[in-house]
């Protein structure tokens, strides 16, 4: 039975649950998705796993650095997310847009050339199980609307804020 390790922090947007292996990092939901946690390692996980609470590990500064404004601190947490190839590689592309920028559905699926994939890439970015980490609130519609967001629009809109790209 494979061991993973259940966390938390407290961030500006509320108590943020993580499921990690050392310092890879599986899966991230805001308070209110957590029941998505276990999900995220069910969907993909062919063997049986267990969660083990832990206080503290190598995600936990990285975290907070970013909500203190160090935003490439997120660029140093490993991820293991796991989904689907096409998912995986629409989840490696977002994690290419830089804090302070954003890209459209088009252009994330011209990335990874699959023209005219603007629909499929939208349904991994909705599948992303490490949102904020993999930059999905990065992602904005061609028109520059903000479109959705899994752990809300409200906090898309803070972090698209927090990162410069919205004014305060």
């Not at 990690?20 to 998705?33: C, K, M, P």
């Not at 199980?129 to 409200?154: D, E, K, M, T």
């Amino acid at each position: 039975m494979q061991t993973f390790l259940l966390s938390h922090v407290d961030s500006p947007l509320g108590k943020i649950h993580f499921i990690h292996q050392d310092d890879i990092l599986y899966a991230l939901e805001f308070d209110e998705f957590k029941d998505r946690l276990t999900q995220a390692l069910t969907r993909y996980s062919p063997t049986a796993f267990q969660l083990v609470q832990c206080e503290t590990s190598a995600i936990h500064p990285l975290l907070a650095a970013y909500f203190l404004g160090n935003l490439a601190a997120l660029d140093n947490i490993i991820v293991n997310p796991l989904g689907t190839p096409f998912q995986q590689q629409v989840w490696q592309a977002l994690r290419t847009i830089p804090a302070g920028k954003t890209a459209s559905y088009v252009q994330i699926a011209q990335q990874i050339a699959k023209t005219h994939g603007q629909r499929a890439v939208g349904m991994a970015n909705g599948k992303n199980p490490i949102p904020l980490v993999i930059p999905c609130h990065r992602v904005i519609n061609h028109n520059g609307q903000l479109g959705g967001y899994s752990g809300a629009l409200w906090r898309k809109e803070w972090l698209l804020k927090h990162e410069g790209y919205l004014a305060s």
